[in-house]
């Protein structure tokens, strides 16, 4: 199933600054194996080292927030990278 990735403006270097791509999947999992297939090392500023959601890192499918990976992207083939923003 195609989808398109909103990407935040932190991983947009990896995009080479495109702020929307497409990828391939029915599940986060899927559309994130597919944005590293297409931009190498994006994937781990993302997910930990134990398969988890990184905890600056914020993923909505649609409106819905993800919390696991293998959630589905469901009908609104839209999923939104958000970074938080951190400094003092």
């Known amino acids: 199933m195609a989808c398109t990735v909103r990407i935040a403006s932190p991983l947009r270097s990896y995009t080479g600054g495109a702020a929307t791509v497409p990828a391939e999947g029915a599940t986060v ?21 134990q398969d988890r959601i990184r905890p600056h890192i914020r ?27 951190s400094g003092g």
């Not at 909505?60 to 083939?77: D, K, M, Q, T, W």
């Open 59 to 85: 993923l909505f499918a649609g409106s819905r927030e993800v919390r696991v990976l293998g959630e589905a992207i469901g009908r609104e083939n839209v999923l939104h990278v958000i970074c938080a923003l």
């Open 29 to 49: 999992a899927e559309v994130l194996a597919d944005l590293e297939r297409r931009y190498a090392g994006m994937r781990f500023r993302m997910i930990d080292e």
